[in-house]
């Protein structure tokens, strides 16, 4: 009976893990790009050159030097070397469109079981240069206050710096904004990147709401998969990352395989248990046939 239950465990946990993958290709298919367009089409002139190049791979300039919500002198190379990170380039004075972004951060991971300070690390950089570490302080305060997990002071950076340290790493992230002198204002889009342990920019997720699933996935694979659980990378086996649309997509055949490979073993579970209790019968019929097991007397 407890071969059978388990059996039974396998088969659901399986079931519930191609399930898993078949809800979100459905989601994949259901979800639709919108048709590209001229990204310079009815631009103000201003504008013409905002915008965020994807520099996959490429290795952050981790000897720059910022200072941090304390106005402690630090490099970028104190925040590297064990976990993953979340790279974000706003500014604190922002009215509007920054503090969409560190909200839309926030809520992500608040769904995520993962906490900032322990498995991963945020790092948000002021693109202002008269942005003080005042300045960084008030904010940090305001999005630990919405976080809401022990040790995230020591995990989420808020860092201030000079014009020639944030063009530096803004033309590494590509990250291209303007000031806009009338307004007092910087122009900019919104952008959040995931950032390997090395230093390597692995991921980018526009826009201010972020999927936690995606953000998830991402976090599992910069760290090289040494967070997550058996089914995240089983999620991951299903999904890869499209950097065209900064989602996690269906891979069909994977999916295909997957099952297959689940069937197979299942099939061959039941066949092993069923041949081993089949032997079991004959040596009970033999046991039965030679005297109900007693010892005859001569």
């Known amino acids: ?7 039974r465990s396998l088969q659901a946990a399986g079931v519930m893990t191609l399930l898993l993958c078949a809800s979100g290709m459905a989601r994949a298919q ?4 919108p048709k590209a367009v001229d990204a310079q089409q009815g631009k103000p002139p201003m504008l013409q050159n905002i915008g965020i190049d994807q520099r996959l791979n490429q290795q952050l300039p981790l000897n720059l030097e910022f200072r941090d919500e304390n106005g402690q002198p630090v490099k970028l190379s104190q925040y590297f070397g064990r ?4 790279l974000t380039m706003v500014y604190y004075t922002c009215p ?4 969409e972004v560190l909200s839309g951060i926030a809520s992500s991971l608040g769904v995520i079981n993962f906490n900032v300070g322990r498995e991963f690390d945020v790092i948000s950089v002021s693109i202002n240069p008269q942005d003080t570490p ?3 302080q008030k904010k940090k305060q305001l999005f630990l206050q919405r976080y809401r997990r022990p040790g995230a002071s020591e995990g989420w950076h808020f860092l201030t710096g000079s014009q020639p340290a944030i063009d530096s790493l803004a033309k590494a992230v590509g990250f291209h904004y303007a000031y806009d002198a009338k307004s007092g204002q910087y122009a900019h889009s919104t952008a959040i990147m995931v950032v390997t342990p090395e230093g390597k920019l692995a991921q980018y997720f526009y826009g201010i709401e972020y999927s936690p699933k995606d953000l998830r996935l991402s976090l599992i694979e910069a760290s ?3 967070i997550g659980t058996p089914v995240d990378q089983v999620l991951l086996y299903c999904f890869h990352y499209d950097p065209s649309t900064g989602h996690y ?3 069909v055949m994977n999916i295909v395989r997957l099952a297959g490979a689940l069937t197979f073993v299942t099939l061959g579970l039941f066949m092993t248990i069923l041949f081993r209790n089949e032997k079991r019968g004959a040596r009970r019929r033999s046991w039965n046939s030679n005297g109900n097991g007693r010892m005859r007397r001569t």
């Open 134 to 136: 005042a300045d960084a």
């Open 96 to 99: 509007m469109l920054c503090g």
């Open 249 to 251: 997509s269906a891979v």
């Open 224 to 226: 090289k998969n040494k």
């Open 83 to 86: 976990k993953p990170v979340i």
């Open 1 to 7: 009976m407890k071969k059978w239950m388990a059996i």
């Open 30 to 33: 259901l979800y639709s790009e």
